[in-house]
Every structure is written in structure tokens, then in C-alpha cells.
């Protein structure tokens, strides 16, 4: 079976600070490993994706994250947060079937 | 692009009642799925579908049916709503043509209280 943590429910942060949220995962298995974002009052958009290949993978609004098997981590970085995004981020798996499993969220609050 | 509509943002139904949610895709994908999101929970699984009349239970199907009659169209039911079924609804959907590792593409989620 497979599971998902994120270690941190909230993060804060100020304006064009760095931000780091950080994912674990299990499985035994190869997995495919998401970051989705959500806006107040949304569903979840695709962040980005890692499915094989290089394991730093570039997504939209300027967020990256590194694919780490030894330490079965898909951490999500931003060098330099805006207010707009403020959101909640799911980190997510999946296998080589339909299930995909979700992490319970981060929170993260961009201030002024 | 993908458009997913959920066809209530919000909805207020009694204890007991009969509750159904809809979801409409326009991409033509094979699956689709059935989510509640409460906080610090993240994203549950309740039912997904592979394809019309197909049905498969997820995580949390207990209280929960589906259906799908087209394959545009996947419907939850609650049959009888409880207090404890309050909660966020997203619908998602998943193009298999493009490979297990395609994203989800979600509604934009029904807020369902039940009173």
C-alpha cells in the first residue's frame, strides 16, 4: 500500500522569501509523484509531475521539486514566494493503476 | 483544455434526504472519480469509475453509491445524508490514453453541509 505525508499543515513566510514543503512517501512499487495546488474556494490544479528522467522537475509559477529515492522524499521549493501563492499544496502518488493517493495538505500563508 | 463542472459550488440538505451530486466532463476520458477533502485529511477516495456501468469502490465508499450512466456524466448518491458526510465533494477525472502517470483534473468542488 502506498501513503503520503506532509510533514508541515501550515507554513508561513514572508513575501520573496524561500519556501520548502516537504513530502514523504512509501510504497513498494514505482510510483508516479504529483504536486497539485489549491486556491481558495477551487479544485486542485496539476503544480507538476514526476513520472522518470532527470530528478528535478520544473512546474509552473516558478515552483520545482526534487525527486529523492533513497530518501523517498518530493520536497517542493519556490526561491522567492508571492502573495498570490498563498493556497493549499497536495503532494500526491500514484501506480501503475487509476488510485491516486493524496498527502492531508500544507497550508501556505505568503505575508506582506 | 479539460472543463470538469460540478453542478452545485454549494448545497444545505437535511438528515435523511437523498442527496445526489453531478459531474460533467467534456474530454471524453475513461475515468473519473469521486472525492470528499476535509482538513487535515486531504483528499479521500470514495468511488471511481473505469468506464459507463462500471463501477469500483475506493477508500471511503461506506454511505456513498455511484452512477454512470454516459460517459460524460458520474453521479454520487447519498441515500440517506448524515451530519458526519459534511464535507468538501470534488470530482476528478483521468485520460488513460495518456499513460498512468497523466494528471487528475478536478471541478472546482461542492460544499455540501447536512444539517
Known amino acids: 500500500a502506498q501513503s503520503v505525508t506532509q510533514l508541515d499543515s501550515q507554513v508561513p513566510v514572508f513575501e520573496e522569501a524561500p519556501v520548502e514543503l516537504r513530502c514523504n512517501y512509501s510504497s513498494s512499487v514505482s510510483v508516479y509523484l504529483f504536486w497539485y495546488v489549491q486556491y481558495p474556494n477551487q479544485g486542485l490544479q496539476l503544480l507538476l509531475k514526476?513520472?522518470?528522467?532527470?530528478?528535478l522537475v520544473k512546474g509552473i509559477n516558478g515552483f520545482e521539486a526534487e525527486f529523492n529515492k533513497s530518501q523517498t522524499s518530493f520536497h517542493l521549493r519556490k526561491p522567492s514566494v508571492h502573495i498570490s501563492d498563498t493556497a493549499e499544496y497536495f503532494c500526491?502518488?500514484?501506480?501503475?493503476?487509476?488510485?491516486?493517493?493524496f498527502g492531508a495538505g500544507t497550508r501556505l500563508f505568503v505575508k506582506a | 483544455d479539460v472543463k470538469v463542472t460540478q453542478s452545485s459550488r454549494y448545497l444545505v440538505k437535511r438528515t435523511g434526504e437523498k442527496v445526489f451530486l453531478e459531474c460533467v466532463q467534456d474530454?471524453?476520458?475513461?475515468?473519473m472519480f469521486w472525492y470528499r477533502q476535509d482538513p487535515g485529511l486531504g483528499l479521500r477516495l470514495i468511488y471511481f469509475s473505469y468506464d459507463v456501468k462500471m463501477k469500483e469502490k475506493g477508500d471511503i465508499p461506506e454511505g456513498y453509491s455511484v452512477s454512470r450512466e454516459k460517459k460524460e456524466r458520474f453521479s454520487l448518491i447519498l441515500e440517506s445524508a448524515s451530519t458526519n458526510q459534511t464535507s468538501m465533494y470534488l470530482c476528478?477525472?483521468?485520460?488513460?490514453?495518456?499513460?498512468?502517470?497523466?494528471?487528475?483534473?478536478f471541478g472546482n468542488g461542492t460544499r455540501l453541509t447536512v444539517t
Open positions: 500526491a502518488v500514484s501506480d501503475l493503476g487509476f488510485k491516486t493517493i
Open positions: 474530454m471524453d476520458h475513461e475515468n
Open positions: 514526476y513520472l522518470s528522467g532527470s530528478t
Open positions: 476528478a477525472t483521468h485520460d488513460i490514453d495518456r499513460g498512468e502517470g497523466s494528471p487528475l483534473h
